[in-house]
T-cell receptor
Framework: ETGVTQSPTHLIKTRGQQVTLRCSSQ?????VSWYQQALGQGPQFIFQ???????GRGNFPPRFSGLQFPNYSSELNVNALELDDSALYLC????????????FGPGTRLTVL | AQSVSQHNHHVILSEAASLELGCNYS??????LFWYVQYPGQHLQLLLK??????LVKGIKGFEAEFIKSKFSFNLRKPSVQWSDTAEYFC??????????FGAGTTVTVRA
């Protein structure tokens, strides 16, 4: 069974640029959630995708957007990067929507200079 | 506001000592409760979960947690820690919805 994978591992961008992060869900999982983890804090929910549609969103501005593809993989896009966007971005997959256990990937470390 | 709080930021123990990490949430409705662990250099892993039924749940690696509804708590315990339990521990809750709300985490350092 393949776990959740994310790419790239690390990324350095400058303010104002755009970035795309990628996630492949665990085999058999159809729901993908994205989280932002700032240094020294717990992960914060960004949004969730189920059957290629956004199912819910946390307190993040519209410049954070995403996609889910028919194979359940997902992308997180961030436009107009700000310094505060520097964080570890985590992808988690689960079998269904209903608050079930989510399984996390290793994350992408984004640094904005 | 709905929130999850973890009582300790950093806990330092000796091997064989008992561990208890506190977690409280502020929500009066239906919850699902989780503890995740992040070992150094590794990704978040699920330790245990509670959805319903017996409020005492057992997880991997000898960990257990007890859900006390009246106290809005879900504390994590291990009777005897090992050096390999050094990690960051996160309590997380879904509050009648789909998103995980995490506590700030507790760093546990076990001294050999």
């Amino acid at each position: 069974e393949t776990g959740v994978t994310q790419s790239p591992t690390h990324l350095i961008k400058t303010r104002g640029q755009q970035v795309t992060l990628r996630c492949s869900s665990q085999s058999g999982h159809n729901t993908v959630s994205w989280y932002q983890q700032a240094l020294g804090q717990g992960p914060q929910f960004i949004f969730q995708y189920y059957r290629e549609e956004e199912n819910g969103r946390g307190n993040f501005p519209p410049r954070f957007s995403g996609l889910q593809f028919p194979n359940y993989s997902s992308e997180l896009n961030v436009n107009a990067l700000e310094l505060d966007d520097s964080a570890l971005y985590l992808c988690a997959s689960s079998v269904s929507l209903a608050g079930g256990a989510q399984f996390f990937g290793p994350g992408t470390r984004l640094t904005v200079l | 506001a709905q929130s999850v709080s973890q009582h300790n930021h950093h806990v330092i123990l000796s091997e064989a000592a008992s561990l208890e990490l506190g977690c409280n949430y502020s929500y009066g409705g239906t919850v699902n409760l989780f503890w995740y662990v992040q070992y150094p250099g590794q990704h978040l892993q699920l330790l245990l979960k509670y959805f319903s039924g017996d409020p005492l749940v057992k997880g991997i690696k000898g960990f257990e947690a007890e859900f006390i509804k009246s106290k809005f708590s879900f504390n994590l315990r291990k009777p005897s820690v090992q050096w390999s339990d050094t990690a960051e521990y996160f309590c997380a809750v879904t509050m009648n919805d789909y998103k995980l709300s995490f506590g700030a985490g507790t760093t546990v350092t076990v001294r050999a």
